[in-house]
């Protein structure tokens, strides 16, 4: 029995709604707190940087795919 996956609203591109996760973000602002020496005192910063960055990495992926999909049509009929 097949169901309708409501939180996807494009099937042709699953990471619409991708936003990073808590993991994903915890993880940068670990790599931004270590690129900085480990000094503390700039967590909310880091934190902020982070999410920021990897927002940024979230759209760029999604603009690409919606590249990489208007391609394929033409890639297909071998034009």
């Known amino acids: 029995m097949l169901h309708a996956d409501p939180i996807q609203p ?23 707190y270590l690129e900085r020496n480990g000094f503390p005192g700039d967590e909310l910063d880091d934190w902020l940087r982070a999410e920021r960055e990897l927002q940024k990495v979230g759209l760029f992926k999604r603009g690409w795919n919606r590249l990489q999909q208007r391609r394929r049509p033409d890639t297909e009929d071998g034009n």
């Open 10 to 32: 494009h099937a042709e591109d699953p990471s619409a709604n991708h936003a990073p996760s808590h993991e994903e973000i915890r993880r940068r602002a670990y790599e931004i």
